[in-house]
């Protein structure tokens, strides 16, 4: 990779520490006092052990919240929690937008790979017109940029039934590109539900929607250029068949 780029480090403690009870009570104390005596934790909140007042008053420096007086540094004054705020999202803003500059600059270099990646599926798919998908993250990343460039036809065969539709469904994508979608599947179901509401919906989108009691193991082929077509092994291990070949895809639609 170029430009230098790394992940955020996600296991990196929070450097702001929350506000407890015990901390807010020592800034109410403070309020309205005008200041909080750090060497007399027991007259100044006797229901607060030593270890509870120390760390109270330390999350309140560290959030800005208090502050040292002047040649004084047992007495500590209360600060404006919204000037305190200001000061302690400052750095957070920083790393925030330093995160959004880095999540950009990954996006433009993996970006540039994809005309190598695109060349590279072209060249598979000249020389491999069946490709055996073992992996099923890998299939369903093939699945989606494929189903992506739907123009003309999605052809789905589904005998276990349609899911529940998705913010990032196939079908409806389909249909807002123009492109036709008929599927086949099992008898609908009569009571209300998700599959009932899927079907309905393409119904209403234009889809074309038949139900047959036997059908053909899982298929879906896109454009009647690229088919998918769901595969077991002897072994009982499954895959998903990608298939190009021009005649093949014709002979299953």
Do not use: K
Not at 216 to 236: K, M, N, Y
């Amino acid at each position: 990779m170029t430009g230098g780029t790394s992940l955020p480090d996600t296991t990196a403690p929070d450097p702001v520490p929350r506000l407890d009870t015990a901390a807010v009570r020592l800034f109410d104390l403070a309020l309205a006092n005008g200041r909080l005596d750090r060497s007399r934790p027991g007259q100044e909140a006797p229901d607060l052990d030593r270890e509870q007042f120390d760390r109270a008053c330390e999350v309140l420096l560290r959030l800005r919240l208090l502050r040292p007086a002047p040649q004084r540094p047992d007495q500590l004054v209360p600060m404006s929690p919204e000037l305190a705020a200001a000061g302690v999202t400052a750095p957070l803003e920083r790393e925030i937008a330093g995160t959004a500059e880095r999540v950009r600059a990954i996006r433009e270099e993996f970006g540039a790979l994809m005309p190598r990646y695109r060349s590279a599926r072209r060249g598979t798919a000249r020389h491999d017109p069946v490709e055996l998908l073992t992996d099923p993250e890998v299939a369903a990343a093939v699945f989606a940029e494929e189903s992506a460039r739907c123009r003309q036809e999605l052809f789905t065969v589904t005998p276990g039934g349609l899911p529940a539709a998705t913010d990032g469904d196939p079908g409806f994508a389909a249909l807002g590109r123009g492109a036709r979608l008929r599927t086949l599947c099992r008898a609908a179901p009569a009571a209300p539900g998700p599959q009932r509401e899927r079907i309905d919906r393409l119904i209403a989108a234009g889809a074309a929607y038949r139900a047959l009691p036997e059908l053909p193991a899982p298929a879906t082929v896109i454009d009647r250029s690229t088919a998918f077509l769901a595969h077991r092994e002897p072994d009982g291990s499954t895959g998903t068949v990608l298939l190009r070949d021009p005649g093949a895809v014709a002979h299953l639609c």
